[in-house]
């Protein structure tokens, strides 16, 4: 292996390891658990529908906060699509409201993976941690299952 390539592998690994989303800054680790009450929020999608923690009175809600450049994110959005494609084939009394939400990551790039990567999982793009930090403090993919204005569970796939 070249001094370039061992150089250009320990670059990429720096980058990995200043950004990723699984070695966030040093800072306390907390975030919702099954029980806690669902925090007051309301997104706008990018298709310009608004989605609010009150809609999970009316149908469970499944909160995905995400972030393109983040790997673990990367890996499950594709599952996540296919959880959304089978929740719409369910009788409409039975359906989930499904709803991403970026964490740190303005609408140009998010809509330009959506895009990519044929996803059509209803998304909110935020630029800042405003949501996400109503939820946890450190690491995505997070998701939060609600139902009455209470979180049902929740789940951290990068632990």
Same mark, same amino acid.
């Given at each position: 292996?070249?001094?370039? @390539?061992? %150089?250009?592998? *320990?670059?990429?690994?720096?980058?990995?390891? !200043?950004?990723?989303?699984?070695? =966030? +800054?040093?800072?306390?680790?907390?975030?919702?658990?099954?029980?806690?009450?669902?925090?007051?929020?309301?997104?706008?999608?990018?298709?310009?529908?608004?989605?609010?923690?009150?809609?999970?009175?009316?149908?469970?809600?499944?909160?995905?906060?995400?972030?393109?450049?983040?790997?673990?994110?990367? @890996?499950? %959005?594709?599952? *996540?699509?296919?959880?959304?494609?089978?929740? !719409?084939?369910?009788?409409?009394? =039975? +359906?989930?409201?499904?709803?991403?939400?970026?964490?740190?990551?303005?609408?140009?790039?998010?809509?330009?993976?959506?895009?990519?990567?044929?996803?059509?999982?209803?998304?909110?793009?935020?630029?800042?941690?405003?949501?996400?930090?109503?939820?946890?403090?450190?690491?995505?993919?997070?998701?939060?299952?609600?139902?009455?204005?209470?979180?049902?569970?929740?789940?951290?796939?990068?632990?």
């Amino acid at each position: 292996m070249t001094a370039n @390539k061992v %150089l250009h592998i *320990l670059f990429i690994a720096l980058i990995v390891c !200043l950004t990723g989303c699984i070695g =966030e +800054k040093d800072e306390p680790e907390w975030y919702l658990h099954p029980g806690d009450a669902l925090p007051q929020f309301e997104v706008t999608t990018i298709d310009g529908r608004t989605v609010s923690s009150d809609d999970s009175y009316n149908s469970p809600m499944v909160i995905i906060f995400f972030n393109t450049t983040c790997p673990d994110c990367r @890996k499950e %959005l594709p599952f *996540l699509q296919k959880e959304y494609e089978e929740n !719409l084939k369910l009788p409409e009394a =039975e +359906k989930s409201i499904y709803i991403c939400i970026s964490r740190e990551e303005g609408a140009a790039d998010v809509e330009r993976y959506w895009t990519e990567n044929n996803l059509t999982l209803p998304v909110s793009a935020q630029a800042d941690r405003r949501i996400y930090s109503m939820f946890a403090s450190i690491g995505i993919p997070r998701i939060f299952f609600a139902r009455d204005g209470i979180i049902t569970n929740s789940l951290y796939p990068a632990e």
